[in-house]
């Protein structure tokens, strides 16, 4: 069978990017002022399914970033809902765009970005986004949102095109891990205690939580009673969340798929050192770029995984004894 | 500086005198304010802002479907300064039409002004979106062009760019796009006076041929005289009606147009002081006396301390 059509990759099965994309095209049955935009890749965003339920809202953009970002303002200012999708990396490209066209004018747009972090794999670093968070972060008025499984990633697509403003929100490619039930309930900046604890706080959003819940297992065994909380909202941040937290455990490891800079840490270091400093410790890629490797091995190599959380958790509790 | 008029002929429509000349007061009007406003701030952008006001006032005097009563309403065209540092001359020709109130207009880049550096929606909501960075008011002209299509409201959209701002790579990701989803709604307009920034477009990066690439991307094309309303009234009808083709009208104009010293002139492209002197130079070459500069001045003053 040399002329069968190749197998697509990671295109099936349950990852946040397919939860996303079939969340999209059902809540668009009702909403009918929602618009997907696309740049040459919705088959690897999840929107495919949009555009199989809803052709005629589907808006091609070719492989063209910019445009394709300022234009998602335009179609706001006719009173749609313009859902932007693209790779994180090349939301990247097209940051200046969102800013002004977007952000500035306060559109209400919803950027959607797959292939975030290492979990994108083996097409390597240059298309391993370790900085969109910190970049989206800085926009004003920018709410940045970074789900933590399927089923979280569903009810944060349809609180999305609720909400009225923009939203940048990462997706991700690879099968995701559940770690939340049928009746979990998801709402815009607030974080969610997944297992209570009282000796350390392990704060992480994407697909770090499922990592930091299985560190909290590995520190369990130790007798450490550790917190975890996924803060699958970055902008605005949980600040009352994170505050008691700090007061109540005393130390906080953050986790994130991303550049240690800019991200979920520094959001979380920041609300602490208004509120209640304790010594933090930072999960992330330690200012690097990625490179090829499947995301499990990319994990491990970068240090994101539960040992790597748990060896933080341990090293910030050493710090707040002394 | 006669170059455009001869090598442009006008199409022999018939638009009355008196509309014509209505027009023309509303395009001195636009300078005048602009010029006023560039003075009172310290600062601005008069070469780019003289050389569309003649475009301006024929898009707002006669194309566009803007009720002055109820600005806002959803069936109104669209029109988007994508050269946003030319926003003194926008101010200008709301100010002339009534759109805006001249002695805001005159309070340019002032803190708390609705006047801003550059057009943002925030503060106007007629600026349609907020510009200044090239490029993106054209993107966004697009996507309202496809969401009212989408929406089957007959609006159509106007986006004036500058000829150093198709230098962005985005304009071309957007006249592709444009073409490609037939956007007949869409009517796009270039100011194109040869200088920019630094120099003139040939010495920086060139555009030529300019009318040939926009016909290889699949726009219907024309060329005219951007100081001639016979030509501007006559390309804008054709832009209305041309198939199933998004429109360009490359309008060749004169940076600096209407103020003599100024004109042609690559210094007055950027953000530069008027001196008194200077302001008055340029109101005596619109036929305009000091005394309607001080008026225009003190209403500024006003609202400053209104």
Known sequence: ?322 | MALAATKFASTPEAFSPALIARIAERARDTRAVAIAGIFHAGSGHPGGSLSCADILATLYAAELNIDAANPMDAARDRFILSKGHAAPALYGIWAAMGLMKQSEAVRLRKLGSRAQGHPHVLDMPLAETSTGSLGQGFSVAIGMALGLRLQKNAARVYALLGDGEIQEGEVWEGAMCAAHHRLSNLCTIIDYNKLQSDDRNANIMGLEPLADKWRAFGWHVQEIDGHDITALLAALKTAADCGDQPSVIIAHTIKGKGVSYMEDVPQWHGSVKLTRAQADDAFAALGLPATTLDAMLEGAMEVRHG
């Open chain 1, 1 to 322: 069978m040399a002329n069968a059509a190749p197998q697509l990759i990671g295109t099936s099965g349950d990852s946040l990017r397919e939860a996303f994309g079939k969340a999209l095209a059902a809540a668009a049955q009702e909403k009918t002022n929602v618009v997907v935009l696309d740049a040459d890749i919705a088959g690897g965003t999840g929107v495919h399914h949009f555009r199989k339920a809803h052709p005629d809202r589907f808006f091609q953009f070719g492989i063209a970033e910019q445009n394709m970002m300022a234009a998602a303002g335009g179609m706001a200012a006719t009173g749609l809902v313009p859902v932007v999708t693209t790779f994180a990396v090349f939301c990247l490209r097209a940051v200046e765009q969102a800013r002004l066209s977007i952000a500035y004018t306060k559109r209400n747009v919803k950027i959607v970005a797959s292939h975030p972090g290492l979990d994108v794999g083996p097409d390597g670093g240059s298309a391993q986004s370790l900085e969109d968070m910190a970049a989206f972060r800085a926009i004003p008025g920018m709410t940045v949102i970074s789900p933590a499984d399927p089923t979280e990633m569903a009810l944060a697509t349809r609180a999305v095109l609720d909400f009225k403003g923009p939203v940048y929100m990462r997706t991700g490619r690879s099968p995701s891990e559940n770690v939340y039930g049928p009746d979990h309930r998801f709402e815009i900046g607030k974080g969610h205690v997944l297992r209570d604890g009282s000796d350390v706080t392990l704060i992480a959003c994407g697909v770090e939580v499922a990592r930091a819940r299985d560190a909290a297992i590995l520190l369990e065994a130790e007798g450490i009673s550790a917190r975890v909380v996924n803060m699958a909202t970055i902008k605005p941040i949980d600040v009352a969340l994170v505050a008691r937290c700090a007061r109540e455990t005393g130390a906080i490891v953050t986790a994130e798929d991303h550049n240690i800079y800019g991200g979920l840490g520094s959001a979380v270091a920041e609300a602490l050192a208004q509120t209640h400093p304790c010594p933090v410790e930072f999960v992330g890629v330690n200012d690097v770029f990625g490179e090829s490797g499947e995301p499990q091995e990319l994990a491990e190599h970068f240090r994101l995984t539960a040992p790597f959380i748990a060896a933080a958790a341990r090293r910030a509790m050493a710090r707040k004894r002394a």
